[in-house]
């Protein structure tokens, strides 16, 4: 019997932070020079990426490897605007959001853990002055995941059998019909 191994990310932990912000001022990013003030906001979104996690300590909190997880995750946004012309453009720009979870994480290993996060928001009611950006009201998702990669060992008891085709080429070598699809030996 052969083995086949499998490495995969095995989620440990995770936890799901919901919160909210009022009057956020955030910088509106690098303004194209091609555009005309003032600006209109239309829409703002997370970008769908894993966020970056800055200042992340961890403190445990008893025998039960229960810890307490506090950062600040730095989510990735784009803003969508229009200028004094009607012309519509977007720019990038980054939201940072402090966390503080209660955490399982693992004894150490050889093969560490990892704690990573990603976010979305939604925001409504925006106000711009050409280098901040107002968000009346902003409601953050931020998910924070302890992860680790799991080797997994499956059994391979050998490969799928194929039938023949029922018309061949009666001229073909018998040596060639007789060769196995897949090589035989012992996989590691």
Partial sequence: MNRVVISVPRVLDSALEV???TNLVI??????GTVTAPFTMQRITATPTETQMLNLTTTPLGPNHCTRVTADVVIPVTLYLTDANNTA???HSTITRPI???LYL???AAFPYTITSEATLEATGFTNDGATTTLRNVTFKILVRVSAVTDLLVPVYGYAPIN???HYHQSADNSFLNQPLFPVGKIY
């Fill in 106 to 108: 693992p004894s150490d």
């Fill in 19 to 21: 919160s909210s912000a």
């Fill in 100 to 102: 503080d979870l209660v």
């Fill in 89 to 91: 453009f977007q720019t």
């Fill in 27 to 32: 910088d509106t990013g690098t303004i194209p």
């Fill in 164 to 166: 023949r085709a029922e």
